[in-house]
């Protein structure tokens, strides 16, 4: 199994680079299902802690996660939308281990009406998505993993159904306390599509490092996004094209702090540079993309929570709950 893990990660990654990145359907994939991640400014892919929820971001993470985990999550988005999940994991034997998961996305109910603005009555719209993990310990450092997608949207009358892929690798150094990873996430299609066209998956191609420091109860990460879109105009001066290219560069960075006074309990601070840009009004972006989070261990229960800033006017919240059985 390791060998085709390690045969599968090989072959698609490079593909991968070729995709295209920020499709236009099934975006709730982008939704951070960790607290931590979240707090953290987003996502993230490196950090090694035993948390089912980083698996979702990175499935090489579910390495070091423990025997018989279960997780509920619940996180109240922007204009009250829902977002319920919950995910399961067990080990097999001295290396390998797989979960499952599921995600549940309610917008509420909206008004039906016709041309003439006349109301014919409500809809509803969801979004789900089932999720199946394996994780394989490749040697002492390095992991990978491998998780498929079901995912089914429906809006209306209007319905589609897709499968996808993610494919991650996370080399860790217990010793120094370095963990770096790379993920392509979302490979895959519609088999379904909402009307007679074929859209994109929300591809996206990333990396990530994380240092815990030697001497001091910190730990530094930095997640680099989007590395297949680097869009930036050519039709300006060569002045204009390095402010562009500078703007457009550091938007693909998410930086994130964790102080670590236990072994049981972490706070987080984290910041999203291209959530703050795109969200800036008059040229201020009121505390957007800034997120912080903590996190806690009694025995056998683990709480999480985050408060991220989407928008001047609007946050979210996160709560995750796990324990293991």
């Not at 931590?36 to 892919?45: E, M, R, T």
């Not at 039906?112 to 979004?127: C, H, I, M, P, Q």
């Not at 989007?226 to 457009?248: A, G, H, I």
Request: hydrophobic share 40%; aromatic share 12%.
């Amino acid at each position: 199994m390791k060998q085709l893990l390690l045969i599968i990660t090989v072959l698609l990654l490079p593909l991968a680079t070729q995709a295209q990145s920020g499709g236009s359907v099934f975006k709730f994939l982008e939704l951070p299902f960790s607290s931590h991640a979240s707090a953290l400014g987003g996502d993230n892919v490196s950090i090694i802690e035993d948390d089912i929820t980083m698996a979702i971001h990175n499935p090489a993470l579910l390495s070091c996660v423990t025997d018989k985990t279960l997780n509920l999550n619940y996180m109240n988005y922007i204009d009250g939308v829902s977002v319920g999940s919950a995910a399961f994991s067990r080990t097999l034997g001295e290396r390998a281990t797989w979960a499952v998961a599921a995600q549940y996305v309610n917008y509420g109910n909206f008004k039906e009406t016709n041309a003439e603005d006349v109301e014919l009555g409500t809809f509803s719209a969801k979004d789900m998505a089932f999720t199946g993990i394996y994780t394989y310990d490749l040697s002492d450092y390095l992991s990978g993993g491998l998780s498929t997608k079901m995912i089914y949207s429906t809006y209306e009358k209007y319905s589609s159904f897709a499968v996808g892929v993610d494919l991650g690798l996370n080399y860790y150094d217990e010793n120094s306390g370095y963990s770096a990873s790379v993920v392509a996430r979302n490979l895959g299609g519609q088999i379904k599509a909402f009307d007679e066209m074929r859209e994109n998956l929300p591809f996206d191609l990333l990396m990530g490092v994380s240092r815990k420091l030697s001497h001091a109860p910190f730990r530094l990460s930095v997640t680099v996004h989007n590395l297949t879109d680097w869009n930036s105009s050519s039709n300006t001066s060569d002045t204009e094209k390095k402010d562009k290219f500078s703007k457009v560069l550091l938007n693909h960075f998410i930086f994130g702090i964790d102080f670590i006074p236990t072994k049981t309990t972490y706070v987080s601070l984290g910041y999203n540079c291209k959530r703050a840009s795109d969200m800036k009004i008059n040229g201020a972006s009121g505390w957007s993309g800034m997120a912080l989070g903590a996190g806690i261990q009694i025995k056998r229960l683990k709480i999480g929570t985050s408060y991220a800033k989407y928008h001047t006017s609007s946050s979210s919240l996160l709560f995750n709950f796990a324990m293991t059985l």
